[in-house]
């Protein structure tokens, strides 16, 4: 039994038997909504609601199986579902909203336009009271809406929350992500009376990812997050100096990786080989897992292969981060960064003398527990090192690849619904990496190359619906954009092969989709910027000893691709060299990468033994932010760039005195 049906069967157990409470309910949807299965999620909702019709909150949960029955086009029983949700509880409000687009969709719009009336009339009375529960109902409503790639219904419940009460920072995180999955350009529209400032300042540090190229914003972004994010530890770890003190010796370095990704997952299909290839001679290998899919394949391969397996899900902050000391690790990696189901709170606890950021996010933490960030030559420079508050080290290449990865059966262009013949240019990025530039350089690519589709991985139905008719407004055909399903890993790298070429996004490029398209053959065409996020495709590329398909603009990546397009001589020639190289070039030397690991830590312990570690200068980066959140552009040439921080940083120094740092005001006199 799979953790996603363990996790059904435990939950249609509680509901039979009357324990399983609302945000529980919400949290089981949410886990089974991530796989697909809408029609899972319709049923838990409804068991639940036949088993509870009396409950206060049956009025939330009759909105959720609305929202799962209009996914699954059952257009009676949602508007059923919407009805019984709005009279549990009149003044709850997105039922109407849903309720209307159904009718407007059956063809009823009067109903439809009373429907919206009805909740026009029913904001009047909202009362104070009331506004705590409906922000905590709209919050979570929204979040499963969002697993289940209801894309618009969530906009719109996190949209009404915010017109409610505009200062919820997670909510704004919420709203921008879905607007970026959306491909809704501009993406910082502010709802109802907000300024773009105002949710600039609480964006999350993925989402300023793909949002802008601006690498000092990130790093000024990403440390209020930490700030925002991090709770104060409660007391401190006992003796922790003399715990430090044993940590090494003459004995193996204890190295722990930290993540809540270790399973099914990029961060787990990524690292799944090199915990076994670690030299116990010179590491003794601990996993501390912080996420809930411990038991599908990835995860249980990781558990085989490493020395120690914590499971610390269900410790606190406090409780497990003792348990890391109490291990006496040396370094600790930090797996997850500014993702989801990150634990900075706990690593405030400072659990391990060293502690480092690699892999899971890409970019800089920001932040005062990090010593180092683990990348390579070409993601980070030396002249961009002042971008990052932890001390660079560098990898031959960043990435670490699975080369005992499953690979599906072979497949055939129509299988996956693709044109027999023509070209098929492809992107298996997330929706949400598809900026208003890179949408343009495809568009031109497909004007350029009329026999060619563009393959894409977007889940949900209404955002493939808008994507066809901004292709449609730009007079080229709709039916040219082919929408890939979401499948296992084995079976989505079975279909690489179909593809011709492969577009990167910018500014935040492909990761491990990069990786799998090269594992497979196929060339993937890229342009970094300045930000860490930019640059990984490039390095990959470089690393799999392609370099010529790195990009310096747009001009460039669309020429490539058309030329490549229309040049099967040179695609033939590409994947013939990623076939040969496959087992010697740099990208693909997982052991290389792990024994440049291990130097890496041993130069880290020799740092912490001579009294050097390095500590993270976070000097003058609220002003840093100040300028990035209201800047409206950022210049392709460095100096600019770094003119319109100092010139900030300068209008700042008129009014108050400010303190020197090791970025751009290295002397403040």
Not at 217 to 234: I, V
Not at 303 to 325: K, M, N, Y
Not at 371 to 381: H, V
């Amino acid at each position: 039994m799979s953790g996603l049906e363990a996790t059904a069967v435990e939950a249609f157990r509680q509901i039979e038997a009357g324990t399983l409470d609302v945000p529980a309910l919400l949290g089981a949807a949410g886990q089974i909504g991530q796989s697909g299965d809408v029609a899972a999620v319709a049923a838990l909702y409804q068991a639940w609601v036949d088993r509870n019709p009396g409950h206060p909150l049956l009025y939330a949960v009759l909105y959720n199986l609305g929202s799962a029955r209009t996914a699954l086009a059952q257009r009676e029983p949602a508007i059923a579902a919407l009805e019984a949700a709005i009279q549990a509880n009149p003044d709850f409000l997105p039922p109407y909203i849903n309720l209307g687009l159904l009718l407007e969709q059956g063809g009823n719009a009067q109903a439809a336009v009373g429907a919206w009336q009805s909740a026009a009339d029913r904001m009047a009375v909202v009362t104070a009271e009331a506004i705590e529960g409906k922000l905590f109902a709209l919050k979570h409503l929204g979040r499963v809406l969002a697993d289940a790639n209801l894309d618009e219904e969530a906009e719109e419940t996190f949209r009404l929350s915010l017109t409610l009460d505009s200062h919820q920072r997670d909510v704004i995180q919420h709203w921008i992500n879905i607007r970026q999955r959306q491909c809704r350009w501009p993406v910082i529209r502010p709802p109802g009376a907000m300024g773009a400032s105002a949710l600039l300042h609480d964006i999350s540090p993925l989402s300023l990812a793909a949002h802008r190229d601006d690498p000092l914003w990130q790093l000024a972004n990403a440390a209020h997050s930490t700030e925002a994010e991090t709770r104060k530890p409660q007391g401190g770890l006992p003796d922790r100096d003399s715990v430090w003190q044993k940590a090494a010796g003459s004995r193996p370095l204890r190295i722990g990786y930290l993540s809540s990704d270790l399973c099914n997952h990029a961060v787990g299909f990524l690292t799944a080989e090199i915990y076994a290839l670690h030299d116990r001679a010179n590491v003794e290998v601990f996993a501390y897992s912080t996420g809930g899919r411990q038991s599908d394949r990835i995860g249980l391969r990781i558990q085989e292969t490493v020395d120690h397996w914590r499971d610390l899900q269900t410790l606190s902050d406090s409780e497990a981060a003792q348990r890391i000391h109490d291990d006496e690790i040396a370094i600790l990696i930090d797996l997850n960064g500014h993702t989801k189901g990150s634990r900075a709170s706990l690593l405030a606890y400072r659990p391990a003398p060293i502690i480092v950021n690699w892999l899971g996010y890409p970019g800089t933490m920001g932040s005062p527990l990090h010593n180092y960030i683990i990348a390579d030559d070409f993601i980070i420079p030396e002249e961009d090192e002042l971008y990052y508050s932890e001390r660079v080290v560098r990898l031959p290449c960043y990435q670490p690849t699975d080369r005992q990865r499953l690979v599906g059966r072979p497949l055939d262009r129509a299988a996956v619904g693709l044109p027999e013949g023509g070209l098929v240019y492809c992107s298996f990025n997330e929706a949400r990496k598809i900026s208003e530039e890179s949408w343009k350089c495809w568009v031109e690519i497909l004007r350029q190359t009329p026999d060619s589709v563009l393959w894409l991985l977007v889940p949900a139905e209404s955002t493939q619906r808008h994507l066809r008719n901004l292709l449609s407004a730009e007079g080229l055909d709709p039916a040219r954009l082919i929408f890939a399903e979401q499948w296992l890993n084995p079976e989505h790298l079975a279909r690489y092969p179909l593809v011709d070429v492969v577009l990167d996004t910018f500014p935040y490029g492909a990761h491990t989709t990069a990786s799998d398209a090269l594992w497979m053959g196929v060339p993937v065409i890229t342009r970094p910027g300045r930000s860490f996020a930019s640059r990984v495709c490039g390095s990959l590329l470089r690393a799999a000893g392609l370099p010529e398909l790195i990009c310096r603009n747009d001009a460039e990546l669309i020429a490539l691709a058309v030329d490549l397009g229309t040049s099967p001589e040179k695609r033939l020639r590409l994947r013939e060299r990623l076939r040969l190289n496959r087992d010697s070039c740099i990208l693909f030397d997982t052991p290389g990468l792990v024994a440049a690991l291990e130097r890496l830590y041993a130069g880290m312990w020799a740092d912490y033994e001579a009294g050097n570690l390095p500590r993270p200068d976070l000097s003058n980066l609220p002003l840093y932010e100040e300028i990035g959140v209201e800047l409206s552009h950022v210049p392709a040439e460095r100096e600019d760039y770094h003119r319109l921080y100092r010139d900030g940083l300068k209008a700042f120094g008129r009014y108050r005195f400010l303190s020197s740092d090791q970025r751009l005001l290295k002397n403040a006199d």
